[in-house]
Every structure is written in structure tokens, then in C-alpha cells.
């Protein structure tokens, strides 16, 4: 039973355009959700993450929705860049900060931004 | 300077094999974790250890047994290996929770067992 869930495989994008990476979850005690970027042949590294008490988090051309009514979130790049092409990770944990490691992960889903 | 380090990169071994993988991080975390990443791209948490003491320990049989020397070293010992343990393995650390630290994640960039 996949408690985060990243409908979407893959999505290609234009450069320059924006790019919209939907999660999905089930658990309503999660209460902090994070988005990680991973390339080939290496580990996933943080990218941005938003708590429940916020709807919206920005950094820089990324920017997290949560509406946890919906229990959704996405994750928007714009402008897209050739090199956020990468497989990017959906996370929650019902421990805030998720220090204690009990992070649920989506399976991924792989942006390819085209030039 | 690679701020989590796991070796080896690449095993491939038989099966009932006894093998180790090591994770090193010099970023001063007191948290180091293991996570596995299976065949379906799921990345789920095995072991976490908090300043060489195990906080978490998932549903993983017996066979698997971390070993945490000190609280920079977090390695993964697997007795017996089984054609399902074929995975990418991920270690990882992060700061503990404050007012300061998201407690994101540092991961390493996994080992890629393939039992045989």
C-alpha cells in the first residue's frame, strides 16, 4: 500500500517552460514533505520541503504547493533548465523535520527538459 | 570532499555469500541511516542510528546487521545473501531536529548489490 505516490513516471518539458511534479498521499498524520533530486549514479540530494502549516514554499525557480485537503502536493521548476533533467522524489514523514529517518518515499518521476 | 561516502559502489556475489558495505560521513551528523532502493524505485528506510545507537530497525530479517563503530561510520553487514537483496542500497545522515535544521537527508550515492 504506497502511502506516497508519484502518478506520473516521467515528464518532459521544454526549456524555459515550466515543469509541474504532481505527489499524491493517504496518510493524514504526515506533517512535512520534501522534494529530492537524484541523477544517474548518485544519491538523492534534498531540494525543498514545506511543513503542514504552510500552503507554499519558494526557493529560488522552485516552488512546493501543499493542500492538504486534497492530501496533494507539487513541486513547480520554472523557468526549466536542461540540467534539472533527474529523477525527482516525493517524501513524508509524520515526524517533523524526519531526523529520525522514517521518511515515505514516492517511487520518482523523471523529468527530462529538452533544449 | 564527498560529504557521505559508501563502498563499495558495485557488488556482485553469489548467493549465500557473506558481504559488507561501508558508509562513512564527515559532515558531524549524529544520525546515519540505511535505505533500500528496489526493483520497483521504492526508497524505504531500513536502520537509522543515532550516535552509534540503533533508533530504528524496519522489518528486515535477521540477516541484515548494521555495525556503527563511531558516529561518522554506519556499515551495513548482509549474511547469507538472497537473489531478492539485489537493490541499490542508500546511506544517508542529517542533523537532529532544531529550531535551525529541516532535518533533510544527506545520502550517499549507494551500492548497487546484485546477488547472483
Known amino acids: 500500500d504506497q502511502q506516497v505516490k508519484q502518478n506520473s513516471p516521467s515528464l518532459s518539458v521544454q526549456e524555459g517552460r515550466i515543469s509541474i511534479l504532481n505527489c499524491d498521499y493517504t496518510n493524514s498524520m504526515f506533517d512535512y514533505f520534501l522534494w529530492y533530486k537524484k541523477y544517474p549514479a548518485e544519491g538523492p540530494t534534498f531540494l525543498i520541503s514545506i511543513s503542514s502549516i504552510k500552503d507554499k514554499n519558494e526557493d529560488g525557480r522552485f516552488t512546493v504547493f501543499l493542500n492538504k485537503s486534497a492530501k496533494h502536493l507539487s513541486l513547480h521548476i520554472v523557468p526549466s533548465q536542461p540540467g534539472d533533467s533527474a529523477v525527482y522524489f516525493c517524501?513524508?514523514?509524520?515526524?517533523?523535520?524526519?531526523?529520525?529517518?522514517?521518511?515515505?518515499f514516492g517511487k520518482g518521476t523523471k523529468l527530462s527538459v529538452k533544449p | 570532499d564527498t560529504a557521505v561516502s559508501q563502498t563499495p559502489k558495485y557488488l556482485v556475489t553469489q548467493m549465500g555469500n557473506d558481504k559488507s558495505i561501508k558508509c562513512e560521513q564527515n559532515l558531524g551528523h549524529d544520525t546515519m541511516y540505511w535505505y533500500k532502493q528496489d526493483s520497483k524505485k521504492f526508497l524505504k528506510i531500513m536502520f537509522s542510528y543515532n550516535n552509534k545507537e540503533l533508533i530504528i530497525n524496519e522489518t528486515v530479517p535477521n540477516r541484515f546487521s548494521p555495525k556503527s563503530p563511531d558516529k561518522a561510520h554506519l556499515n551495513l553487514h548482509i549474511n547469507s545473501l538472497e537473489l531478492g537483496d539485489s537493490a541499490v542500497y542508500f546511506c544517508?545522515?542529517?542533523?537532529?531536529?532544531?529550531?535551525?535544521?529541516?532535518?533533510?537527508?544527506?545520502f550517499g550515492e549507494g551500492s548497487r548489490l546484485t546477488v547472483l
Open positions: 517524501a513524508a514523514s509524520a515526524d517533523y523535520g524526519g531526523s529520525q529517518g522514517n521518511l515515505i
Open positions: 544517508a545522515s542529517s542533523l537532529p531536529i532544531d529550531s535551525a535544521n529541516t532535518g533533510e537527508l544527506f
